[in-house]
């Protein structure tokens, strides 16, 4: 085994410590060209990463040309060279078709820098808006403006009857959704500057994702003139579209002052901030985010195909699309993703399937790598492919089947709802009631997206993992959702719509290899430069090469026609299915609800008993309480009355009395006086010899014992009349709170208020009395 130097510096930084590690195993390497000649065996990059891997392990060497290769094929690899590692590998291969395509600095291909970060820091609100945010509204706002831009181009194109190319118009509607949420500007689907950018951006996307021969031998770089002139013919015309058409306008009326209103106000402002900032880095920014449209173009296409080829996956999208628009009366919009499990799920699958980019790494700084040691300047391939094809972390890897990105919930309701719906879901009568809240409502089913899944990472990990990949999700969950609910119409013409993907969109290798003027001392060579034209990696993978293969080859009418009536077959099978396993479901259903009935018709009769029984008895015990509770009401009522009455002759007692004292002292006056004319008279008469009349006093005396006597009876009968005021209260309160008791416990007896009553009763006769002055007090007033 090779061994390499490897170079650390140590932990206080001054010293350089050179080690000699075993690098990682690999074939060894011919002159000139290395490796070449073994990947030759090989169809692509990914056959021959993936394959080498069984042969050479998960972490192995490769040289290719001059240039020292690592391919990582296993998770925790992956992770320690991009997460533990990550600052070692931040570089990015320094090819000269980067720099044609790119210009300068490119944001997906340079090295990570201060300044990488501080872009990847901009752009993080707009590429990654959380759902709270108004970004996000925003995003969801365009995405459904622009699909129904995109709705009425297919009705009008369709209508004409002729067969039709829908890539153009979907990356078109994604460049719009693009321009318009980075930089507020859209453009016409006509506009012939706008049809070419987005063309060449398409071909940019595809020629990033190949491996050319002559960026592992540059000296070969002269041969392929045509091929670099073309590529900076379409980066010149993309970035003068960009500078004209977007940012000039913008450049002139931007407001320091104001909110920024999208990315490009963050960027042109930042441009005022920052040091390293010019204009021809937001040039670049806004390049590759616009072009990220392309891949979501792609993606969506890809997933068509899929759909074409198997109708049930476009029936599932196709039906959660039609619960929101059903219920919700309105688009299919950003906010519903997490009601559509299954379409996201199929956004997945078709990156795991078909979209397995190998985006190289450059170690920055020598390391080590699982005891291994790499050299600085080592490409590191980090082979995705593999983590998305293994057998050993997917089943049955090989077929397309957005299931295996959905798991079950628990929810017992929401099984119930699947039951209905899926048996026929434009039929369910639950639709119509649910109609408002459909942010409540769990729309689909039991079903619901995996969290997460350690090794599906195709947008990678670690500090320069893809910044697009939420604007990717965004976009294309509502060009799919969206299409997909006019799948009956589609499906009526899949025959157009096998034919709208168009072959070169998926084999364009194929076609650059033909266009490609090689000269003819290398012809010899071609099988060779076929397996390093794909080297780097592509965003196609075989396995879309397969199954789209026979969807392209000239077909005759009536082929074409049967292969319709197949699939519809297929369509109806699948539902009648479907239909029987919702039949087996209901009879399984009628079967217990039998059952339950049964059980009730038993217990049915003596439960009645049982409950009339109950029933008359506890009506007489109401009956009884009732009864109780009007008596104790009525006994209350005239208490109340009652001591109103006292308290108004005690009150009508006192007055008196107060008046009787008053007499009292006038009449002692009053005797006073007539004592004076008595003594008077009895002087007179005295001298007359006439018998003397007696004193006041005497004839008072007898007078004023009775007014004694009187006043203490009444004294007697106020205190034995405040005893029983304070007796009545007494029993009043009593009963009450045997009233109480009597409510709280149904079994206790009222006890009958019968004393009081009779003592009330004898009260008020002697109010009654006294009232009508026959009473005793009475008498005392007038018996002077
Ligand atoms: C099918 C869709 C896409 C896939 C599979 C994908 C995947 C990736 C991967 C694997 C990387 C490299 C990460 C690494 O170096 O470890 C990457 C980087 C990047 N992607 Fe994407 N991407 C997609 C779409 C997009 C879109 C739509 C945008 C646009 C806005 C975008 C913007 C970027 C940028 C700017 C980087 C470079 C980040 C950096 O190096 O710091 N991507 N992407």
Same mark, same amino acid.
């Given at each position: ?7 650390? %510096? ?266 390293? %900032? ?507």
């Amino acid at each position: 085994m090779r061994k390499v130097k490897i170079i650390k %510096v140590s932990s206080k930084g001054s010293e350089r410590i050179v080690k000699e590690y075993k690098q990682a195993p690999g074939p060894v390497p011919w002159p000139i060209v290395g490796n070449l000649a073994l990947l030759a065996r090989f169809e692509g990059p990914f056959e021959a990463f993936t394959e080498l891997s069984k042969e050479l392990g998960d972490i192995y060497s490769l040289t290719i040309g001059s240039i020292r290769c690592l391919v990582v094929s296993n998770l925790d690899l992956i992770k320690e060279v991009l997460n533990q590692n990550g600052k070692f590998f931040g570089g990015r291969p320094d090819f000269l078709r980067y720099h044609k395509l790119f210009g300068g600095d490119p944001l997906a291909l340079c090295n990570w820098s201060p300044l990488q970060q501080k872009r990847r820091n901009l752009a993080r609100s707009h590429c990654s808006p959380r759902d709270s945010s108004s970004h996000f509204q925003r995003m969801s706002d365009i995405g459904c403006l622009e699909i129904t831009e995109l709705m009425l181009k297919l009705k009008n194109e369709i209508s004409k009857g002729h067969e039709l190319d829908i890539k153009p118009l979907l990356q078109r509607t994604c460049a719009n959704m693009f321009t318009h949420y980075m930089c507020s500007v859209r453009f016409d689907y006509e506009d012939k500057d706008f049809q070419k950018t987005v063309e060449y951006f398409d071909e940019i996307f595809w020629e990033i994702n190949q491996g050319r021969v002559y960026d592992f031998f540059p000296a070969l770089a002269p041969f392929f003139r045509k091929n670099i002139t073309t590529m900076t013919k379409w980066s010149a015309f993309i970035r003068n579209f960009i500078l004209k058409r977007i940012m000039h306008d913008r450049n002139r009326n931007i407001d320091m002052e104001e909110d920024e209103k999208d990315f490009t106000d963050v960027i042109l402002k930042s441009l005022s901030e920052g040091e390293n %900032v010019t204009n021809d880095t937001i040039l670049y920014m806004l390049e590759d985010f616009i072009g990220g449209h392309s891949a979501v173009g792609n993606l969506v296409l890809i997933a068509l195909g899929h759909v074409a080829k198997n109708p049930l996956i476009g029936e599932r999208i196709k039906e959660e699309a039609d619960k929101i628009s059903t219920i919700a009366n309105r688009k299919v919009n950003l906010y519903d993703m997490d009601k559509m499990p299954y379409t996201m799920a199929t956004i997945s699958e078709v990156l795991r399937y078909s979209s397995s980019p190998i985006v190289p790494h450059v170690a920055t700084e020598d390391a080590i790598i699982s005891g291994y040691g790499v050299t600085k300047g080592t490409v590191v391939f980090i082979n995705n492919f593999k983590l998305n094809t293994s057998s050993q972390l997917w089943t049955n890897p090989d077929i397309f089947d957005p299931e295996r990105f959905l798991e079950q919930t628990s929810e017992i309701k929401s099984q119930k709802f699947l039951s209905k719906t899926k048996s026929n879901p434009r039929a369910n009568p639950d639709m119509e009631t649910v109609k408002d809240n459909l942010d409540n409502e769990n729309l689909d089913t039991n079903m619901r997206l995996k969290a997460n899944i350690p090794h599906f990472i195709p947008f990678s990990i670690g500090k320069r993992t893809c910044i697009g990949q939420n604007l990717l999700r965004g976009f294309a969950f509502i060009l799919l959702a969206n299409i997909l609910q006019q799948y009956r119409r589609l499906l009526s013409i899949a025959f157009w719509l096998s034919t709208a993907l168009p072959l070169t969109c998926f084999l364009r290798s194929t076609k650059y290899l033909l266009e490609i003027s090689y000269p003819r001392s290398l012809r010899s060579a071609l099988r060779v430069i076929i397996v390093v034209v794909a080297l780097t990696g592509s965003s196609m993978c075989p396995n879309c090469r397969e199954f789209l293969l026979p969807y392209f080859e000239e077909k005759s009418k009536e082929e074409l026609l049967l292969d319709d009536i197949k699939s519809k077959v297929k369509v109806c099978e699948a539902e009648i299915e479907g239909l029987c396993k919702d039949l087996n479901a209901i009879k399984n259903d009628c079967k217990q609800l039998e059952e339950d009935y049964d059980f009730f018709d038993n217990e049915m009769p003596p439960l009645q008993d049982d409950t009339l029984e109950c029933s008359s008895a506890l009506e007489d015990k109401v009956k009884q309480l009732q009864a109780k509770t009007d008596s104790l009401f009525k006994s209350h009522k005239i208490i109340a009355e009652e001591n109103k009455i006292l308290s108004e002759t005690l009150d009508y007692v006192s007055a008196e009395m107060q008046r009787q004292s008053v007499q009292y002292e006038q009449l002692s006056i009053e005797n006073k006086n007539l004592q004076n004319v008595i003594n008077q008279l009895n002087d007179m008469k005295l001298e007359t010899g006439m018998k003397i009349v007696p004193s006041v006093n005497d004839l008072n005396n007898s007078r004023q014992d009775n007014i004694k006597q009187t006043i203490n009876k009444t004294k007697r009968f106020k205190k034995q009349f405040d005893k029983q005021i304070d007796a009545t209260d007494f029993a009043d309160n009593r009963r009450k709170s045997e009233a109480g008791d009597e409510c709280k416990n149904s079994k206790m007896g009222i006890v009958p208020p019968n004393d009081s009553k009779k003592l009330i009763q004898q009260k008020s006769k002697n109010m009654a009395k006294m009232r009508n002055g026959n009473g005793m007090i009475l008498n005392i007033r007038f018996d002077k």
